[in-house]
Nanobody, 125 residues
Framework: QVQLVESGGGLVQAGGSLRLPCAASGRTFNSYYMGWFRQAPGKEREFVATISWSGGDSFYADSVKGRFTISRDNAKNTVYLQMNSLKPGDTAVYYC??????????????????WGQGTQVTVSS
């Protein structure tokens, strides 16, 4: 089992950047594929990005492709989401998640058994 803690959220102007770290507990972090999801008020939780064990492969939602970058540091048990060129539509609570499933394009929340508590990102216009 893994425990996840996100941080780095906050208020940023449109066009700005934020970097969200997600720290994982345990010694088997590199056995998990990791994902980032987000949930805006009144909307369902939606997929943002995933990354493989080694960090060599990643996959993005069309809405963030070219603006967001997912990465991981297995030595630090941390996965990151670098968000650039932020838009008001990116406003949401951002969650990191972990799974033993090795399907890189696993975009459904139900495929991830482990979740962090979320961090709020607000983008002002």
């Amino acid at each position: 089992q893994v425990q996840l803690v996100e941080s780095g959220g906050g208020l940023v102007q449109a066009g700005g950047s934020l970097r969200l770290p997600c720290a994982a507990s345990g010694r088997t972090f590199n056995s998990y594929y990791m994902g980032w999801f987000r949930q805006a008020p009144g909307k369902e939780r939606e997929f943002v990005a995933t990354i493989s064990w080694s960090g060599g492969d990643s996959f993005y939602a069309d809405s963030v492709k070219g603006r967001f970058t997912i990465s991981r540091d297995n030595a630090k048990n941390t996965v990151y989401l670098q968000m650039n060129s932020l838009k008001p539509g990116d406003t949401a609570v951002y969650y990191c998640a972990a799974t033993h499933n090795t399907l890189l394009r696993l975009t459904t929340p139900s495929g991830y058994p482990y979740w962090g508590q979320g961090t709020q990102v607000t983008v002002s216009s």
